[in-house]
């Protein structure tokens, strides 16, 4: 969704994201189906406010999939709350604006601004990249999801397995053998 800065008007422009809506399930198909399995919901409330041409985003965006779990592959649903909290300013580039090499660390508080060229923000852009923010890196259906079994492959999480589990299965057992020479 493209939003037009000079149309935003002085008491602010809400934006209601719903599931069924065409822009919602577009955003969806095209950025998060990719890693995420389907069905996904996405909702939220979103509020712009302009300020000459800064722009203030704010608002929650509900996000519900059905990722595998991390640990013992089985399908659950996850839903999560994502505040979202942005500055937008125009993008000035100078002509002599040379890009210094050294790396730099962000701080907390440089994902909070955002740039758009012209006079258009592009939403999408920006409800993606605050939804990638959010998602953690593994999914588990439970914080002490307790996996599978590594020998024959039982969820641990319905019951113990009969499978005596020793230090000598590890694939790690080789490793001690290694003789390192002395200095």
Known sequence: MQI???NIPSEGQKITLKPDDSWTREIIHDRLETFLAEPIRLSGNLHLFRFDKNVSLSGKIFLECHPDCGRCTKNFTARFEIPVKRHIVPHFKKESEKFDKKEVELQEEDLEFSSYYGDEINLDDIIIEEINLALPLNFYCQEACAGLCP???KNLNEGSCECQLTNETS???????IQFPEK
């Open 4 to 6: 037009f800065v000079p």
């Open 151 to 153: 020998k024959c492959g």
């Open 171 to 177: 694939p790690f057992n080789v490793l001690k053998g």
